[in-house]
């Protein structure tokens, strides 16, 4: 049987939380290229999780799903105000977060990976580990809307293993 990971529990069961995907959901409802509802989030949190076990990354895996879960929540301000989406989110991030067990330490390495999660880090952070399980996830190789999309091919996902 596959262990809860109770700290997580609180994030994924907050009304805010929940009602936060729910508007991510709203506005992406028409959008024809990658989406970053739910599905998105627990993709990169799987891929992840394998990435850190791979890499014997110490990070506890309620610690990488946490990072993964909370890594696109700017992208609602991102929407309405322009603002960066792995800034914005930092301050929804810090808001959920104190509703659960994880150390201060814990919590600065997470919402580090919610600010770096665009642009990588040192090898082996977790931030790293998320950029890269993020560009993973995404199966630009058999998008429709590839033509159309504005990301430079070099940063298109080709591939479907890691």
């Not at 970053?36 to 799987?46: E, F, I, S």
């Not at 946490?66 to 929407?79: C, E, K, P, S, V």
Request: hydrophobic share 40%.
């Amino acid at each position: 049987m596959i262990q809860a990971m109770e700290r997580i529990q609180p994030i994924l069961h907050s009304p805010r939380y929940r009602g936060w995907l729910r508007q991510m959901d709203e506005l992406e409802a028409e959008r024809i290229y990658c989406r970053h509802g739910l599905p998105h989030l627990l993709d990169v949190a799987r891929i992840a999780a394998l990435l850190a076990v791979e890499r014997s990354a110490p990070y506890p895996r309620d610690v990488i799903y946490a990072a993964a879960l909370l890594h696109d929540l700017g992208r609602l301000a991102q929407y309405t105000t322009g603002e960066p989406h792995a800034q914005a989110g930092i301050p929804m991030a810090q808001e959920l977060l104190r509703e659960t067990a994880f150390t201060a330490q814990e919590q600065d390495e997470i919402l580090r990976a919610v600010s770096r999660h665009r642009t990588g880090d040192a090898p082996h952070s977790l931030a790293q580990i998320i950029f890269e399980a993020d560009h993973a996830s995404r199966m630009c190789f058999a998008c429709e809307a590839a033509d159309t999309c504005y990301w430079p091919q070099e940063r298109r996902n080709a591939t479907v293993l890691l």
